[in-house]
Antibody, heavy 123, light 108 residues
Framework: QVQLVQSGAEVKKPGASVKVSCKAS????????INWVRQAPGQGLEWMGW????????NYAQNFQGRVTMTTDTSTRTAYMELRSLRSDDTAVYYC????????????????WGQGTLVTVSS | EIVLTQSPDTLSLSPGERATLSCRAS???????LAWYQQKPGQAPRLLIY???SRATGIPDRFSGSGSGTDFTFSISRLEPEDFAVYHC?????????FGQGTRLEIK
């Protein structure tokens, strides 16, 4: 079945960087876009951006421009999200989520989602 | 940026009752690119409804969505114990993609 499995929880100090991975299985990796969404404790969902696994194109939300980099490794079917200059308010669960339809940059819902990765930023 | 406002914040109902949730957009959502997700504690969101009214694969028919433009509704016809969760609406028709703040559906 289609599955996204994310890397484990991270604890980082303010100013550091974190890189979260999302390993895909059960479908042709290079035909879909992967999104990244975060959820601060007790808060709603915030879209961070997407990366196309078939051509590497990216679209970052303005809130994260200059601080986030999304990449893919097609040989290992893995997507990555790196967030730099971490602050305490970056403490959140970070999710990867695949577009529900292939070969589409936008206008597509998200299905399925990874299990989430808790990133805690604390001095 | 399209701002989505969900109401109510919390809805208290009993199993067997009907639930109706609202999602209002600050501007028209193009081509009804509006989705609904269910999220249970400690779990990732799960897609229930896309294109405002289409059920995702494997979703029971007690879940339904309707609406267009700026006003959208999500309903559960007869609540089952496993339906008590947080529900999020999402617009995905243009960038940035945004989500509502969520509605918590709790057992009365």
């Amino acid at each position: 079945q289609v599955q996204l499995v994310q890397s484990g929880a991270e604890v980082k100090k303010p100013g550091a960087s974190v890189k979260v991975s999302c390993k895909a299985s059960g479908y042709t990796f290079t035909t879909y876009v992967i999104n990244w969404v975060r959820q601060a404790p007790g808060q709603g969902l915030e879209w961070m951006g997407w990366i196309s696994a078939y051509d590497g194109n990216t679209n970052y939300a303005q809130n994260f421009q200059g601080r986030v980099t999304m990449t893919t490794d097609t040989s290992t079917r893995t997507a990555y999200m790196e967030l730099r200059s971490l602050r305490s308010d970056d403490t959140a669960v970070y999710y990867c989520a695949r577009h529900s339809s292939p070969h589409n940059y936008g206008s597509v819902s998200f299905d399925p989602w990874g299990q989430g990765t808790l990133v805690t930023v604390s001095s | 940026e399209i701002v989505l406002t969900q109401s109510p914040d919390t809805l208290s109902l009993s199993p067997g009752e009907r639930a109706t949730l609202s999602c209002r957009a600050s501007q028209s959502v193009s081509s009804d690119y509006l989705a609904w997700y269910q999220q249970k504690p400690g779990q990732a969101p799960r897609l229930l409804i896309y294109s405002a009214s289409s059920r995702a694969t494997g979703i029971p028919d007690r879940f339904s969505g309707s609406g267009s433009g700026t006003d959208f509704t999500f309903s559960i016809s007869r609540l089952e114990p496993e339906d008590f969760a947080v529900y999020h609406c999402q617009h995905y028709g243009s960038s940035p993609i945004t989500f509502g703040q969520g509605t918590r559906l709790e057992i009365k």
